[in-house]
């Protein structure tokens, strides 16, 4: 059925989306992360 197609055309690119999605904001955490913890050094020294 058309339907089952949809679904599977829309079911298939999802694992590599979020595969994207989490590597983009684990590295956007880590930037994050950096500054933050710079930023408390300095303030700290």
Do not use: C, H, W
């Amino acid at each position: 059925t058309p339907a089952a197609r949809a679904s599977k055309r829309i079911v298939l690119p999802e694992p590599s989306i979020r595969s994207v999605m989490q590597k983009y904001l684990a590295e956007r955490n880590e930037i994050t992360f950096d500054k933050i913890f710079n930023q408390k050094i300095d303030k700290g020294i």
